[in-house]
């Protein structure tokens, strides 16, 4: 394909379709005026058989690469090639009204045009793509993203990927976050670690205190679920009648007390001489345990996994899925433990991440040990902007 922009639903539906064919799919994307969504790179560039490059200089120096050029090679051995106004983006896919004038028989011509452009484009480089960060930030700063979905603040805020580059600026992210989303989430007028109404971290001192205890009583159950207010965020669990009746009512106590069990051996694991891979494995390990009991999915383990060691995990949901899955790379929306652990590799090798604890002041080396839980603040995509979180 070559093409003047690609946007990620283009690049997410290409993933989809890579997950049950076998084939290869090259694509060359233009970069200028801020209309290629720099995501796109990171998908494709994790999809099996998939090529991306950018053009050369030399395409560009007349002007901006501007083709739409759809090649299909057929598995009897025609080609089909598609030619017109379309776009590799969701508005070009499925909202604009485009034309495009479908070529069979005897297409060398064209191919031979793209086999050229192919070999004069190439990888795109730091540079290259840093320059089309801003671009497109600035774009969307500008004019917003023409023809795509409104996004939640989180959703625009994650996107922008700097922001996971250094401590300064992630921790200066959660706090912007937080201010955005906390006065529509809780009615209390408390200064904590993440300034008035602090919820998140709130919710996590209240779990460690309950992962302490020797005996769990039904509060204990409704921290640990969320299925209330004010135990919602890191995602709740009201909604999964199953796994609330063996954690609030105890209607299970043989299961919630392997929970237990399985929990507190994970909050004393120690990882910190592990590398990134392996620090993964371990928490995929306990994930797969919790996975083992039946009133547990990856939604409510993973819950519990942060609630325990925010320091390690991250709660995966239906709610924020989608945007990790953008941060790590994924081309697919399957929440699976394998994916889970792709993303945990991902996380634990970031500057972010990797960065010194800070001692003081208090409120920086809380938010530290949170860091990894704290993640939910900029992905988790909120429904209209209730406090269902």
């Known amino acids: 394909m070559g093409h003047a922009y690609g946007k990620l639903q283009g690049a997410s539906e290409e993933g989809k379709r890579t ?208 299925n209330m207010d004010p135990y919602k965020p890191l995602g709740t669990m009201g909604g999964n009648g199953e796994f609330c009746g063996v954690m609030v009512n105890s209607r299970d106590p043989a299961q919630r007390d392997a929970i237990r069990k399985i929990l507190r051996k994970f909050k004393n694991r120690k990882v910190s001489h592990l590398t990134a891979e392996k620090r993964a494995e371990v928490v995929c390990s306990y994930l797969s345990k919790l996975l083992q009991l039946d009133s547990v999915g990856i939604s409510a383990a993973t819950r519990l996994l942060t609630l325990t060691r925010p320091d390690l995990a991250f709660s995966y949901n239906g709610s924020s899925s989608k945007n990790l899955h953008i941060l790590g790379g994924i081309p697919t929306d399957s929440r699976t433990e394998l994916n889970y652990k792709k993303l945990l590799e991902e996380f634990y090798s970031t500057e972010w991440y990797r960065s010194k604890e800070p001692k003081y002041p208090k409120r920086d080396n809380l938010i530290w040990k949170c860091r990894m839980a704290l993640i939910d603040l900029l992905v988790y995509e909120h429904n209209n902007g209730t406090s269902d979180i």
């Open 19 to 226: 997950s049950t064919r076998q084939y290869f799919f090259q694509l060359v994307v233009g970069t200028s005026s801020g209309g290629t969504d720099p995501r796109v790179f990171s998908i494709l560039k994790n999809l099996p058989g998939a090529s991306c490059k950018v053009p050369s200089q030399d395409l560009r120096k007349t002007g901006i690469f501007h083709p739409k050029l759809y090649i299909f090679h057929g598995v009897e051995g025609e080609d089909i090639v598609l030619v017109g106004s379309m776009n590799f983006t969701n508005a070009g896919l499925h909202k604009n009204k485009e034309l495009l004038i479908e070529l069979r028989g005897d297409v060398s011509e064209l191919k031979k045009w793209f086999k050229d452009i192919w070999s004069n484009s190439g990888l795109i480089t730091e540079e290259e793509l840093e320059q089309c960060q801003k671009a497109w930030d600035n774009r969307i700063n500008k004019n917003g993203d023409p023809g795509e979905q409104p996004a939640d603040e989180g959703s625009t805020l994650v996107m922008k990927k700097n922001i996971f580059s250094s401590w300064r600026k992630y921790k200066k992210a959660l706090e912007d976050r937080a201010a955005i989303l906390a006065p529509r989430m809780s009615d209390q007028e408390e200064e904590s670690v993440l300034g008035v109404n602090d919820i998140w971290t709130n919710v996590i001192c209240a779990a460690q205190e309950v992962l302490e205890s020797r005996h769990w009583d039904q509060e204990s159950g409704r921290i640990l679920a969320g």
